[in-house]
């Protein structure tokens, strides 16, 4: 006979129970955040239907769907609530002061004391972790076909659609669909990992062109090359502290965790150090290994995915370092012969590591056109064509004639997969046009000049266009007034906002007035200085109130665009439009700022935001010439220029005046002119020049 210390058995069943309980309770604080986010969610859906009404309709059919899956899920939630009440059972105490209530006879097990000593620990047992009865649980009674609240046609999980299960020893308890349910409820935008935080990096800073950088070359992959512009110092700094910290708190994460990451942190055993990447796939010889762009150096690296790590927003301050270059102004002879190519990587690797300047020719796409300038002052560019594995392009190739390219075959065409458009007009120019709304059909000509309605009919008696051009017209804001150009001879003190070539700069005129005194509250006043007119176009009730372009903005007009570097609006004007990548060409009218920016990235520009002048005036220096008609001098020359002069204050001594721009000497604070420091340097000649007076022209001939 065994005998057995109910007291201690109790405690250790008590203290067993009150682990489950603080573990439930737990699952339960979990629930209930996720569902009070749920209810938070879906508060917002009314805001989103506060749009555009070319979007209202599919906002509205997202939202319903959206809603519908809580809705299944929160169903789900009070059903399997329902049935647990239903199917639960007295707990059994063996003590022998209590009356017992029959029990289920069950043919497989007995209950006894020896049992329950011997029975394996939760963490062996093939059980249900939660105690639950064996039999199946009862259903609920579900409402007739006419009486049906909710159908469940989508694909989340009801008590229709869970799959019982088929072993006939142990049915999936309802305890355990429900924390199934609960484990698999999602929040859309928080996907975030229990210990680490879903951080994307920040975007790069755009090198502007004509600019010398000082840059390290640090991976060659073809005819692409990454470089770092910022200290190396710093990246190394960075390295360092990711490995001491991924030592420190390294975590095991499954594969399925690893497939969920986009920027990742992954130990490299050749160097022994941690890097930031981006994660793209698995290998496919060994689904083990992850392959993961290291975006701060370039390279493409393999590594197994116990070496990969989740990355903390603590290493996400910092965008990328690396850059992909190319060389500008050559054209390499090695893109259809593998033997060139692996001999012009080859040649490149042979800078990795050098420290060099580069100076930026395009910055339009995502590779850098550049000159990389080595610190023997010759540029990569010219020693790769002296190698015979580039021609520049600027000049004519004779050797080779080109090659026309052949026309496909009527039945390469396939007509099904081309955008079709029944109006030239909206396939032109996106803009549906309103002439057979507006234009009388039953109009034929004539000299009446009407249709047989006469005069009740109170639409257009024109023709239309046989070509099917519009005859709509949208008013587009064009026009804004200019300072008055200064007399020739008069002093003004001006600041300098661009410099557009190595002789002409936008300025603007330094008034000596005090800053303006804010109007009071509900005070509506006219726009008589640009910090007023910035601070209204960017304050938030503006902000909100910007309405899109309705049509491709046309050459010349006005927009308010938006300036990516400080993320500011400001007035522009349209210079060109290119329809292939939708890049508008503009120039900041305040500054002179040219650059292209997205056409989502422009508004419609508010009346009010035009009764301002524009504040940019265009300035040649006086006396000041090309000292070489190289382009690259001229390069050099405006970026000497640029360092001597933007963003700080001249006086400007007015020469003369023309159509849209005057000729003045600029002063610095201490009285030496800009043209004569230019050319001290030797990056401009000077010419001989005096002042023009024009106060008795009262015409001028402009002649384009």
């Not at 540029?379 to 004639?401: M, R, S, W, Y």
């Not at 099904?416 to 109009?443: L, M, N, W």
Request: charged content about 25%; glycine content about 4%.
């Amino acid at each position: 006979m065994s005998f057995v210390d109910l007291a201690t058995l109790t405690m250790h069943r008590r203290n067993e129970l009150e682990a489950r309980i603080k573990i439930f309770s737990e699952k339960c604080d979990r629930a209930v955040d996720d569902i009070n986010k749920l209810k938070s969610k879906t508060q917002g859906f009314v805001l989103q239907l506060n749009c555009d009404p070319s979007e209202l309709k599919e906002r509205f059919l997202n939202c319903m769907k959206h809603l519908d899956e809580y809705m299944y899920l929160i169903t789900d939630f009070n059903l399997a609530v329902s049935m647990m009440d239903e199917s639960s059972t007295v707990e059994y105490t063996p003590v022998h002061d209590t009356p017992l209530k029959p029990v289920p006879l069950s043919p497989l097990n007995t209950y006894n004391l020896i049992d329950a000593l011997s029975e394996p620990c939760p963490s062996t047992s093939t059980a249900c972790t939660n105690h639950c009865p064996p039999e199946k649980p009862k259903r609920v009674k579900t409402p007739k076909a006419d009486q049906t609240l909710i159908v469940f046609s989508s694909t989340s999980s009801s008590e229709e659609t869970v799959p019982q299960a088929k072993n006939a020893v142990a049915v999936k308890e309802v305890q355990c669909v429900l924390e199934e349910e609960v484990n698999n409820l999602k929040i859309e935008e928080s996907p975030s990992p229990p210990t680490a935080e879903d951080s994307n990096l920040p975007a790069q800073t755009m090198l502007e062109l004509d600019q010398g950088y000082e840059a390290t070359i640090m991976h060659v992959d073809g005819a692409f090359f990454w470089v770092i512009t910022d200290d190396t110092d710093d990246v190394q700094s960075l390295m360092e502290e990711m490995t001491k910290f991924y030592r420190e708190n390294h975590k095991h994460i499954s594969m399925k965790e690893v497939k969920a990451l986009t920027c990742c942190a992954f130990y490299d055993e050749e160097s022994d150090c941690y890097y930031r990447g981006l994660f793209l796939k698995l290998t496919e010889e060994d689904s083990q290994a992850a392959e993961i762009f290291v975006v701060d150096t370039g390279e493409l690296r393999t590594a197994p995915i116990d070496c990969v790590q989740p990355l903390y927003s603590r290493f996400c301050d910092k965008p990328p370092y690396a850059r992909c270059c190319h060389l500008a102004g050559v054209d390499l002879v090695s893109y259809h012969n593998t033997t060139l190519m692996e001999k012009h990587e080859n040649f490149m690797k042979e800078f990795i590591g050098t420290n060099c300047s580069i100076e930026v020719d395009d910055n339009t796409s995502e590779s850098l056109g550049v000159y990389v300038v080595l610190p023997s002052g010759e540029t990569l560019n010219k020693i790769i064509v002296q190698e015979g594995l580039a021609l520049p392009i600027d000049k004519p190739v004779d050797d080779d004639p080109p090659v026309e390219p052949e026309t496909p075959a009527d039945a390469d065409y396939d007509i099904t997969q081309c955008p079709e458009y029944e109006d030239p007009v909206e396939a032109v120019t996106g803009y549906r046009s309103r002439d057979d709304a507006d234009i009388c059909k039953h109009f034929k000509g004539g000299p009446d000049k009407t249709c047989f309605k006469g005069k009740r009919c109170n639409k257009k008696h024109i023709l239309k266009h046989p070509d099917g051009w519009t005859l709509d017209r949208i008013e587009v804001l064009g026009k804004v007034k200019s300072l008055p150009l200064p007399a020739p001879g008069s002093w003004h003190k001006v600041l300098v906002t661009c410099v557009a070539h190595y002789d002409r700069l936008f300025v603007q005129l330094v008034s000596d007035r005090t800053q303006e005194e804010l109007p009071s509250f509900g005070c509506v006043v006219p726009l008589t200085t640009l910090a007023a007119l910035v601070r209204d176009m960017n304050s938030p009730a503006t902000k909100a109130a910007y309405k899109p372009l309705t049509v491709t903005p046309a050459e010349g007009e006005l927009v308010a665009a938006l300036y990516p570097p400080d993320c500011n609006w400001y007035r522009a004007r349209v210079l060109s439009v290119q329809r292939a990548d939708q890049s508008v060409e503009v120039m900041y009218i305040d500054y002179g700022t040219v650059l292209w920016v997205k056409e989502e990235q422009l508004r419609l520009l508010s009346a009010r935001h035009t009764a301002l002048p524009r504040q940019a005036l265009r300035v040649a220096l006086a006396g000041a010439r090309a000292a070489s008609p190289c382009s690259r001098q001229w390069a050099r020359a405006k970026r000497a220029l640029h360092d001597m002069a933007l963003d700080k204050t001249f006086d400007a001594h007015v020469i003369s005046r023309d159509y849209d721009e005057i000729s003045a000497e600029l002063f610095d604070a201490d009285g030496y002119s800009v043209a004569e420091q230019l050319a001290a340097i030797h990056m401009v000649e000077l010419t001989e020049y005096s002042v023009v007076d024009d106060t008795d022209v009262s015409h001028k001939i402009v002649v384009p």
